[in-house]
């Protein structure tokens, strides 16, 4: 359960005192606001597809690598994990995590590469921005609203997944200083989300139990898939340390139960690592209320300065090993060629797609045909985008 308001940290968000939905609705009786939100994504058609959306390797090349799904279902424990302990809302870290990559289009990262040049025309393709789409705009499930009409706190956790977007001023920083994703722009005009601010500490945990995730089932995964062999994580700050305790504790471990302890104690560590710098910032800022930690000048939830030289060492590892491996890159461009030709596709033949996708076709300008194009395909799992690529076009790679 979310902790209790006398359990409650002072900076945490309290569903009592959300700033409420764009849609005005009655309030649950047996549900607070922010579970409310985990209920509607858990529930949502987009969630269900993140099953058989890639995360590293593409669906059938295994049973035991991630996808979408459970990697989402993974950064939703640690995000709980860091909320209790910190004594924050843990509905709403849980409800920032499960939405997260709603908006990946299938075969992940190549998927959002194609699509961004398919729409280089037309404001890019961003899987963050795809997200918000997702949740306001694109799931159709309620008779007085488009999307899942989220709460405020749950939406900002989404948009700024990686932080501010801009400054006070409005312009945008980062990553995304060269302009805002068009889906972002657009909506926070209608519905401010406050781009400048940091979001929530519950936000802030989502964000950095992904990093966690992302960290510990990568070297799983590679390790399983034979992309490197666990001697060469030796050299790694931190899980280096953990190989050295398991082969003086273990000497004789079996390969599968090797790999899995060492995730398990990297998650640990770094789980432990994230509450004992959040804690120490904390006591640093004293913020007295949600909005403290939002105008604060850097992110409460942290790693330590040690932990996050490891974190960029073992993503530095993996980039080239497992990211950049001839296989993945190989399977990765042809699933980018069959995105880039389901849209030029659809451009040509839009009375291929679906019925419902082409309301109003006659009076949307190119960009907006685009975009709904995109819309379509982002939408589809890595199965449903190789069977229709397959029924339309012909010659599909066996992304193997």
Known sequence: MAADASARAPHAS??????????????????SAFRRDCDRIIHSTAFRRLAHKTQVFVFHEGDHYRTRLTHTLEVTQI?????RALRLDEDLAEGCALGHDLGH??????GERALDACLADAGGFDHNAQTLRVVTALERRYPDFDGLNLTFETLEGLVKHNGPLTDRNGKPVGRHAKGLPQAIAEYVRAHDLELWSFPSTEAQAGAIADDIAYD???IDDGLRAGAFDIEDLASLPVVGDILAELAAQYPRLEPARHIHELSRRLITRMIEDVIAETRRRLDALKPSSVEAVRAAARPVVAFSTAMAAADRAIKGFLYP???RHDRIMRVMGEAEGVVRELFAHYVARPNDMPAEWLGGWDTLDRTARARRIAD????????????EHTRLIGGTPELR
Do not use: N, Q
């Not at 995000?79 to 909320?83: E, N, P, T, V």
């Open 216 to 218: 510990a089932h990568d």
């Open 14 to 31: 309290d569903p009592a005192l959300s700033r409420g939905r764009r849609h005005t609705e009655p309030a649950s009786t047996t549900r």
């Open 376 to 387: 379509f395909i982002a939408g589809m799992t890595d199965r449903y985008a190789m069977v």
């Open 79 to 83: 995000a709980r994990s860091l909320a």
């Open 321 to 323: 090993r497992l990211y």
């Open 105 to 110: 289009p299938p075969f992940g990262h190549a």
